[in-house]
């Protein structure tokens, strides 16, 4: 079964960095897109960054010129290096990934910008 895991999350002060990271497990298939969407309270999930098997990458104009996306192929791992983080950036972050020709999402990981 297709699993994907992710860490990274916690309490930052505004104005600090996280590194998210994404594993998928238990598939051999090729995975096309990774990305990371991500659902504040009483708001609908929104995109923030996907990057293509090409490294090819998409951004939020909320976040762009402060989060970075990036995969390791050989480990079917994406990363959301997230700097210069806001109170607005508070989120549940999910990553999601195209494994054949299914869509398949993580369980979330807190992120929190708060002093």
């Known amino acids: 079964q297709v699993q994907l895991v992710e860490s990274g999350g916690g309490l930052v002060q505004p104005g600090g960095s996280l590194r998210l990271s994404c594993a998928a497990s238990?598939?051999?298939?090729?995975?096309?897109?990774m990305g990371w969407y991500r659902q504040a309270p009483g708001k609908q999930r929104e995109l923030v960054a996907t990057i293509t098997s090409g490294g090819s990458t998409d951004y939020a104009d909320s976040v762009k010129g402060r989060f970075t996306i990036s995969r390791d192929n050989a480990k079917n791992t994406v990363f959301l290096e997230m700097n210069s983080l806001k109170p607005e950036d508070t989120a549940v972050y999910y990553c999601?990934?195209?494994?054949?020709?299914?869509?398949?999402w993580g369980q979330g990981t807190q992120v929190t910008v708060s002093s």
């Open positions: 999601t990934m195209i494994i054949g020709n299914r869509q398949v």
């Open positions: 238990g598939t051999s298939l090729s995975i096309s897109v």
